[in-house]
């Protein structure tokens, strides 16, 4: 069975501070990874995903992860975040043939000002 | 660019009542997936379609079913509805490979309020 593990529920910074928001996953076969978005009242948008390749990801609104096989982790970061990126993070999983997404429970990130 | 569409967008249904709903995918995308997120909640598959045939199970209630339908829109049949049923149901489409370069766009949801 596949599963993620976000390690802050809830992450505070101050506008234009770095953050990172961690993730970790459990498989014993290839991963596919991603971020996700959802701002208060509305749908899952994607910020990024690993698929194959290099293991550095670059994603919308300046927001970057990197695949750590050896630490089996996924972590989201931004140099310098900004008001409008106070929403809820989620990371994905996806393994196998299947093909469904298994999301962690979240990470709410508030940018103070 | 054409999205995933959700109808309706919200819903108001009393306990045991019945609902339905709608997922319009992406054109040529024929995997269809249904997700379930509670309050503060991450959202939980339900269940997934592709080319009309049931592909994947997750935690869908034997109240709920589900379909794919000859033009790939799925619907979502929920029955004796619960309060514990109140929740944002997602769906999301896919091409047949979902990690190539497409992958995965989920619709807006459709707020379900059990009252």
């Known amino acids: 069975a596949q599963s993620v593990t976000q390690l802050d529920s809830q992450v505070p910074v101050f506008e234009e501070a770095p953050v990172e928001l961690r993730c970790n996953y459990s498989s014993s076969v290839s991963v596919y990874l991603f971020w996700y978005v959802q701002y208060p009242n509305q749908g899952l948008q994607l910020l990024l995903k690993y698929l194959s390749g290099s293991t550095l990801v670059k994603g919308i609104n300046g927001f970057e992860a990197e695949f750590n096989k050896s630490q089996t982790s996924f972590h989201l970061r931004k140099p310098s975040v900004h008001i409008s990126d106070t929403a809820e993070y989620f990371c994905a999983v996806s393994m196998g043939s299947n093909y469904k997404l298994t999301f962690g429970k979240g990470t709410l990130l508030t940018v103070n000002p | 660019a054409a999205g995933v569409i959700q109808s309706p967008r919200h819903l108001i249904k009393e306990k045991r009542e019945t609902a339905t709903l709608k997922c319009y995918p992406i054109?040529?995308?024929?995997?269809v997936y249904w997700y379930q997120q509670g309050p503060g909640q991450d959202p939980q598959f339900l269940i997934s379609f592709y080319e009309k045939m049931q592909s994947d199970k997750g935690s869908i209630p034997d109240r709920f079913s589900a379909q794919q339908f000859s033009d790939y829109h799925s619907e979502l049949n929920m029955s004796s509805l619960e309060l514990g049923d109140s929740a944002l149901y997602f769906c999301?489409?896919?091409?047949?490979?979902?990690?190539?370069?497409?992958?995965?766009?989920f619709g807006s949801g459709t707020r379900l309020t059990v009252v």
């Open positions: 054109p040529r995308h024929d995997t």
């Open positions: 999301a489409s896919s091409p047949p490979s979902p990690t190539g370069q497409s992958g995965y766009t």
